[in-house]
């Protein structure tokens, strides 16, 4: 009797939790009772987890021609979210010093968020209690534009594939995106090791939202730093962001600290990064690719 007792107790505290999430959900989002749940998701990075929209990388200007694969951990930290994921790269060098593609994905990541964090991103009822997630497939091709002594340049078209999870509990979109820039390096005549590298182009993505009410959001990208390349041993520091066409925390700036060092058929790597603008995070990677042979 005892045991029928509990158990009847037991679910009614679990369909009542339920009940009151949902409840929660709807006064959160203001709910009309018809629209689908996922509109009500803010497809922006200021309201997304730390892998769904980030801003794109610097290259140097030059395309590498290399073959290689790697992996690395991420820790991303902020006072509501606590992030933790496995990134996959790899890099094929189609056409030597020419045309290149290179390929990132997180195939997981664990994560933790407060409360209020999950009211603000209006974390759909049912997916409150998620705890882990996976990335979006990004997909570069790299073009060297010219190449001379001092000067480099290269264009980068990148596309986003929509194969993400967590929707639901506001880590990605599960959307298409892509982007589109022009990449380059001068090198200092007085300190040949040292180069002044940057990018500017065009950052899009499927955002579709109730309060918005666009299909699209369209960002200026822009960055610029110095890099530091001797002796098979790489320093790269550098400010980059984009800006969105929404205005409603689309702005993502970061800040990063790159340094890699190659040792035989290997190259390992160590990146800080420090959002700025429209992006709550401190993030540490460490990680290891190997260069496989022609």
């Known amino acids: 009797m005892k045991t029928a007792a509990a158990a009847v107790l037991f679910l009614f505290i679990s369909i009542t939790a339920k009940a009151q999430s949902l409840a929660w959900w709807e006064n959160t989002v203001h709910w009309d009772g018809v629209t689908h749940w996922e509109r009500y998701i803010i497809y922006t990075p200021g309201y997304l987890g730390p892998n769904a929209l980030p801003v794109p990388h610097i290259s140097n200007g030059s395309i590498d021609s290399i073959n290689v694969f790697g992996v690395s951990g991420t820790y991303h930290y902020s006072k509501e979210d606590k992030t933790v994921n496995t990134t996959l790269y790899a890099n094929y060098s189609f056409l030597k010093d020419k045309i290149s593609f290179d390929l990132f994905w997180v195939p997981i990541e664990h994560y933790s968020m407060t409360h209020e964090l999950k009211t603000e991103r209006h974390v759909f009822a049912f997916k409150y209690y998620d705890r882990t997630a996976t990335g979006d497939i990004h997909l570069t091709t790299n073009v060297q534009l010219f190449k001379k002594r001092f000067w480099q340049s290269a264009l980068r078209l990148g596309y986003r594939f929509p194969t993400s999870t967590g929707i639901g509990s506001a880590r990605s979109t599960n959307g298409p995106g892509y982007w589109m820039d022009i990449s380059f390096g001068k090198t200092f005549r007085s300190i040949p090791h040292l180069k002044w ?14 309060e918005i009410r ?12 110095l890099e530091w390349n001797k002796n098979k041993f790489r320093l790269q520091t550098y400010v980059a962001g984009y800006f969105g066409y929404f205005k409603k925390r689309d702005d993502p700036v970061v800040f990063r600290f790159n340094m890699d ?9 160590f990146r800080v990064q420090q959002g700025l603008n429209d ?3 401190s993030s540490a990677e460490l990680g290891m690719k190997y260069i496989f042979k022609k």
């Open 197 to 210: 590298i940057g990018m500017i182009g065009g950052y899009f993505w499927q955002a579709d939202n109730i």
């Open 214 to 225: 666009h299909k699209q959001d369209d960002a200026f990208l822009i960055g610029s730093g």
């Open 261 to 269: 060092k190659t040792i035989k058929r290997n190259i390992w790597f």
């Open 279 to 281: 992006f709550e995070y």
